[in-house]
């Protein structure tokens, strides 16, 4: 499949954005999509997951509460939702997917997007 991202940028602190994949190719399969992100020096990270269906759900402890991952399996399209933003949470954002259950490693997943920054100050 390929993975288009969008929706990053800058904000303050305590702001919200919301970031988009669009999700084409192969979407016949049951998928697990994910956010990860990965901020300079530091290894990339997974964020929040989803599976087909939009359950289950799994979060990072760092953005349980804070993060909402959803998918539209319509429109082939995931989304992150991203509230009370940190200056922590500045990284780039990348979309990822795999056939089959979720995965926190980032070497389970086949498929990337290009990654969408995320800034916040």
């Known amino acids: 499949v390929q993975l288009v991202e969008s929706g990053g940028g800058s904000v303050q602190a305590g702001g919200s954005l919301r970031l988009s994949c669009k999700v084409s190719?192969?979407?016949?399969?049951?998928?697990?999509m994910a956010w990860f992100r990965q901020a300079p020096g530091k290894e990339r990270e997974a964020v929040a997951m989803?599976?087909?269906?939009?359950?289950?759900?799994y979060y990072a402890d760092s953005v349980k509460g804070r993060f909402t991952i959803s998918r539209d399996d319509a429109k082939n399209a995931v989304y992150l939702q991203m509230n009370s933003l940190k200056v922590e949470d500045t990284a780039m954002y990348y979309c990822?997917?795999?056939?089959?259950?979720?995965?926190?490693?980032?070497?389970?997943?086949?498929?990337w997007g290009q990654g969408t920054q995320v800034t916040v100050s």
């Open positions: 989803i599976y087909t269906g939009g359950t289950p759900t």
């Open positions: 190719g192969d979407t016949d399969r049951h998928y697990c």
């Open positions: 990822a997917a795999r056939p089959g259950p979720c995965a926190w490693q980032s070497g389970a997943y086949m498929s």
